[in-house]
């Protein structure tokens, strides 16, 4: 559009002046008295002249220096009154629950000196049985961002609770006085307590009524039990009872239902050994490449609308029924194949199903029932309580507040102006509420738009209770005082039923009534109560039968339901008219760090690379590689390529955001992440990415995250995304080996030959040929007390970075932000490489003459479509006993231990990173500026809250100075102190690294190789072994187990 | 009031001397077990009794059997008083509404080790020798500090004194020896004219080989200095700050013999030895509410940090804690572990804090440089004896090849010095 305004600078230039015309090409309009400086003389004769102001100069500076020498005087300030449990300098653990609304997990808390600075699993919790995931081992930093809510709000203003808690009782009880109706939207309670406590309310206030929401709905499995076995519950799975499992769209292993229990459940049928080579197979059918596709053994791409039509025609084959359905085309023989081998192991299969539609999961419910799951690895008896949300009820409240009927509404965990797909509309309508409340911690979306914020506490700062299953409960207990004045929701609710006990009396209180009496053969109350605050978790199948039925709440009466579907046949036609997709399909899906996006101001989530994309602090559009070159868009994501920026269109909502080239990816289809586009949450999150809820819909009663008819632009701008690995393939190399579980069985060293290399020494074999072990350049160290090793399987590693961000916990790793990950320059000690596969090697090349510039450029080229396989493998420091880093420090910053640690001694590093540039694996990080305290890194290392997180000890490092992973010595060093004041060695065990306890595979064994019990000594003469890049020689004290796929020779 | 301390110092003074007499006959019979003796009364009963005369919390020990001739009765009593009251004990009747009332706690020892704290304090323990001369009859200390800054004043007015007459002398010799030559009529050729800087130049031209040694050595010296200051740079041997508090470790841990764990109480279990916090003061503050030095004023400030009335014996809740200055600190990327040391290394800790127990203020006994670390690792022999950890260790150590008879298994052989063992 040309403009034809003119604008100008002053009157002169709209008179036109001569003045101005004949001036206006300069800078400056007056001239400059340059030549009177120069000209001056006397400067010259001056008495101090450049040599007398350079002598000051260095001896102002060098005196200054010197008396900045003089350290600050330190104070040391006990306590008055010691609390018995703190001993300053040692660590205290507490058990705790975390539950976000969306993630259950018993955790251990550790504190320091009072502050909770890292979360792991809690091994008695059946949940998570030790393992974390990358969401809950950094909810510890949320607890302390600087931009939760630092008191009560009233319309936008810090208030305190006294005038809140007058407001909101006069107004509640207004709105009682004239029945008018009071709604709860809330996430949904797994806890009995706060149950009560609603119900209290609702008692108080009979025109309550509570409408459970889930962001991230599981709705249509409820639905579908209701239909097909009458009862509305969400089972619980058991992958590892299972010797074929079957995914469709589903996450299961990083995000959908309880990653880190079906994570720990199915590499138990994935770690081969020797002894019993079997192996658990794993199907998925995917039009994304998730997480749990990427680990499949094999994995069929479908688009969005596709997969209905293939769980129906699955159906058939697997009962030879006829129900309607679509043809898949060449797809259908590979879905004859699955459900061959799924018939064959009937009451050994498993299928889950990710889609959030209740025909489809009636359909799934049916292959189920006939593959013999239920009771075997389907359990609807013990169901899952934590996705309780009712999607048409939710979107009844919708429809009911923007009739102006709602009089009050409470928010509890949810935040649905961001969250809803028509998120828009919930904030018009919310704006007819007269009482409009949240109890978010921290501002969002919809807290802009509430009058009141009664500020919950972080859960690290609560008491809580939960029954998160049938079978289980668990304590939460808080690990710090309330940073800020806020109030747990549960009081907040019970001060304005009328009732003033505090969370703790109120739940014990509740326990004691409700739980002990099942429990009374333990003891006396206190017994029981002090044990399961111990424990964190009370397992109980018989006596917490009753579970919440025994709570009733008023629940909304849901009015918006479609009838249920009577049969399969009626399910069958209600997919096929649901496939009938236009233009570009779109599914939103989550990613192992952002999640739905409630964490989303975390800075150690945003930085957590996605574990297939590798890139950080975004989100961004997916597609088919060879769908974007026809387009015309930047396949490649490197440090200097930009990223296309398109338009995404469905209806009334655009989507403006970088394209990233997605092998495995359906074409056709796109994928956008939720949990970005946060407005309104804090400095870390502001203007990242845009909001891909708004293309979920609501249909058949349930939220849904695959649409259809997306228009896409072509390239709007262009845009740099920050990946940690912009490299696919491994170019040919053995860095990850791998077999197929056929060659395995043949072959204990299958895929993992041993590797001799050609010398021309003629003391060593017969050929000269020789192990890389036995060539040597120096002497070898002696490791006559520990020698600690680390073993990683890699059946076992699904790739989830659950690690990474617990090491980031652990050892204090910078956030460095998108600009600096763009660089390379990203601190994480611990990365995990993703490696695709690529249809050119080295025979291939030979066989089609391929030439060698050619054969690389091919070999970067992942495998078309549904080829394409995907390895993970931890990469941390090796601990080389030979180690490269070492020989070329210039200042011996870089030393071996005794015990065979690499060790890093940050106050002797120069920083000339020679080390870096020797180092074969490229574990070292630079610190290119100072990360803490700079405001140009302003994350939590530049905040005072923030730095509470901190481990007290491991050393904050400056710039300037090299570091790397230490394998958490300094828990190798408490571990050790442990074992001398008690007069015993170590146990194996005893000591763990922060990514080896938070894994929730034990896919990483760690201990001391001298022990010949230890797991890591046994690992040691598995043949599945190798170490990486054996062939330079560096002997590293970490090692590899070869990756086994259960693959069949034809799919080889 | 001055009458009296001083009529109790000649007190104190005149029993130190008895106690040195008695002392001295009787420590050849208890010696075997004294310092066992000594050590169960430090860790037990020191921060409430006193093995002299002098009341502390409860009443000094000395003489304790003559009070409590019955044997059985003092064990229970010292084993749980409360029960003890209950048997109505006039003594113990006596003892309790004399100490406010306070009850002593109950003691988890064996008869046997409370027969020999008793008897051992029974003579007084092992009472000190007196430090100051007996005939320094009004228990001043001299102040030898400031003596010796005495005498050197005096003597730097002396030498002024003197460097005054010389030159006046001598001004006076030269204006005699001009007026004789001038009477004489002797014309004095005058020497050339120099200043003095010339002289020195003419001089030094004479004098190369000299001037060059001199030189040398002076450059050296300059080095040296130089050198020596820049390694002293955040070195704070001796750094002795003002306390906000004017505690004394030489009346605590000296004197009343307190061990440095009963307030250090994180020594054997943390890497901080830990302040004490302020209720474990309060422990024996409760009672002892006038000190020696300050009387009410320095502990006053304790009550003053918990918002304590010791009239009502009631705390407030307006409490602010005691801002002490940090004597010892290291750097931050230094890990560094008392119980390590304490418990494992089994080092003393005057080791490293020097002789705390005599200090008024406590300063930093050691230069705490990585240096004096390193220096410590290469002799210190590792406490392997009865500890299982280090075993196997130990047997590598002995029977490797390398190992020659008297090789101490020092911190060093097991890989004390290396980085990771203190930076990470």
Partial sequence: MSNTKKYWKGIEELKATPEFLQSKNNEFIEDLPVDEFLGNDSIVDTSTNRRDFLKFLGF?????????????????????????????????????TYWDGNDYSGVIVKTREGRPIFIEGNDLCPISNGGSHARIGASVLSLYDSSRYKAPQISGKESDWKSLDSAVSGKLNDIAAGSGAIRILTSTIISPSQKAAVAEFTTKYPTAQVVTYDAISYNAISIANNASFGKAVIPTYDFSKAEVVLGISCDFLANWLSPIEHAR??????????????????????????????????????????????????YNKLTGSSLSTKSLDKKDAIISEIASELNKNKGKALVVCGINDSAIQQVINAINMHLGAYGNSIFLDTPDFTKQGNDAAVMGLVSEMNAGKVDALFIHGVNPVYTLPNGEAFKAALSKVDLSLSFSDRPDETTAVCKYVAPDNHYLESWSDANPRKGVLALGQPTINPLFSTRQSIESLLIWSGNTTNAHDYIAKYWELNFYP????????????????????????AQIAQDLGT?????????????????????????????????????????????????????WLQELPDPISKVTWDNYVLMNPSEMEDKGFNTINGQVQEADIIDVTIGSNKLTLPVLAQPGLAKGVIGIAVGYGRENVGKTANGIGANAFKFTQFINGTFQSETSGATLSGSVGKYHLAATQTHHTMMGRQIVKEATLEEYKKDNKAGNEDLLLATNLKTIGKDGKAAPKELNLWESFENKNHFWNMSIDLNACFGCGACVVSCTSENNVPVVGKDEVRRS??????????????????????????????????????????????????????????????????????????????????????????????????????????????????????????????????????????????????RIQAGKLVAKKNSERPKDGAIKTACQKSCPTNAISFGDFNDMNSQVRKTWNNERKYQLLEEVGVQPSVFYLTKIRNKTSKEA | MFQTLQYMRHIKASIQKLLVILFTILVTSTVSYSQDAAKLFKGNCASCHKPTAAKLVGPGLLGIKSRWPDQTKLIAWVKNSTEFLKTGDAYATKLYNDYGQSVMPAQALSDAEIIAVIDWADKGGDAPVPTTPTDNKDGVVQNAPAESNNTMYILLGIGVLLS?????????????????????????????????????????????????????????????????????????????????????????????????????????????????????????????????????????????????????????????????????????????????????????????????????????????????????????????????????????????????????????????????????
């Fill in chain 1, 60 to 96: 102002s500076v060098t005196a200054a220096s010197l008396a900045a020498c003089e350290t600050p005087v330190r104070k040391a300030i006990p306590y008055l009154n010691k609390p018995e449990e703190i001993l300053p300098g040692v660590a205290n653990f507490y058990a705790s």
């Fill in chain 1, 265 to 314: 459940q199915l590499s138990s049928t994935r770690k081969v050994n020797v002894e019993d080579k079997k192996m658990s197979r794993h199907l998925q059918i995917e039009s994304n490449l998730s997480v749990t596709g990427a680990n499949a053994d094999k994995r069929v791409v479908l688009k969005p609308s596709q997969i209905g039509s293939a769980v129906v025609s699955l």
């Fill in chain 1, 518 to 541: 099942s429990f009374a053969t333990l003891g006396g109350f206190a017994t029981f109560w002090n044990k399961s605050l111990h424990d964190g978790v009370v397992l109980n199948n």
């Fill in chain 1, 551 to 603: 709570i009733k709440i008023t629940t909304i009466p849901v009015t918006e339901v479609s009838a249920p579907i009577a049969d399969l046949n009626s399910a069958a036609a209600l997919i096929s008219a649901a496939s009938n997709a236009k233009g570009t399909e779109v599914f939103v899906y989550q990613k192992t760090g952002i999640g739905n996006g409630n964490q989303a101001n975390n800075p």
């Fill in chain 1, 825 to 970: 320059r990203e601190m994480h000690w611990l990365r995990i490489d993703r490696y695709y596969s690529s249809d050119m090697n080295e025979e291939v090349a030979e066989k089609e003459g391929v030439g060698a510039i050619d054969k690389f450029l091919k070999m970067e080229i992942p495998s078309a479509n549904d080829n394409v396989e995907v390895v993970f493998q931890p990469v941390m420091c090796q601990h080389c006993n030979h180690a490269p880093c070492e020989t070329v420090c210039p200042v011996l910053a870089t030393t071996h231990s005794l015990e065979g640690l690499n060790q890093m001694t940050y106050n002797r590093c120069i920083g000339t990173r020679y080390c870096a540039n020797n180092c074969p694996y490229k574990v070292r990080r630079f610190n290119w500026f100072r990360y803490n305290e700079n405001a140009q890194f302003d994350f939590n290392m530049n905040d005072d809250l923030g730095k509470m997180v901190l481990n007290p000890d491991v050393t904050v490092r400056s710039r300037g100075v090299m570091e790397k992973c230490s394998m958490c010595v300094q």
């Fill in chain 2, 164 to 424: 005054v007459l010389i030159f006046v002398l001598s001004t006076v010799k030269k204006s005699l020896e001009a007026l004789l030559n001038d009477k004489k009529g002797i014309v004095v050729v005058p020497k050339p004219e120099r200043t003095p800087l010339q002289s020195f130049r003419y001089w030094a031209s004479n004098n190369k080989k000299l001037v060059a040694i001199i030189g040398l050595f002076a450059v050296i010296w300059v080095l040296k200095q130089g050198w020596d200051g820049l390694l002293g740079v955040g070195v704070y041997t001796d750094y002795a700050p003002e306390q906000p508090i004017k505690f004394s470790h030489k009346l605590h841990a000296g004197d009343n013999q307190i061990a440095c764990v009963y307030c250090h109480s994180g020594v054997e279990k943390s890497k901080h030895a830990n302040i004490p916090s302020a209720n474990v003061c309060m422990n024996c503050h409760a009672y002892i509410q006038e000190g020696p030095t300050y009387g009410k004023e320095e502990i006053g400030k304790i009550y003053a940090a918990l918002d304590y009335n010791p009239e009502t014996r009631k705390y407030g809740t307006n409490q602010k804690p005691i801002e002490w200055i940090r004597v010892h600190s290291l750097p931050d990327h230094a890990y560094f572990n008392h119980s390590q040391h304490v418990k494992v290394g089994k080092i003393e800790c005057t080791q490293c804090h020097g002789p705390v127990d005599s200090m008024e203020v406590v300063k930093q006994y050691s230069p705490l440089t990585m240096g004096w670390c390193i220096n410590c690792h290469r002799e210190t022999e590792v406490a392997f004896k009865d500890n299982k950890y280090y075993e196997d260790l130990h047997k590598k150590f002995v029977n490797d090849p390398k190992y020659k008879k008297g090789d101490k298994f020092t911190v060093e052989k097991i890989g004390g010095l290396e980085c990771s063992k203190c930076h990470y």
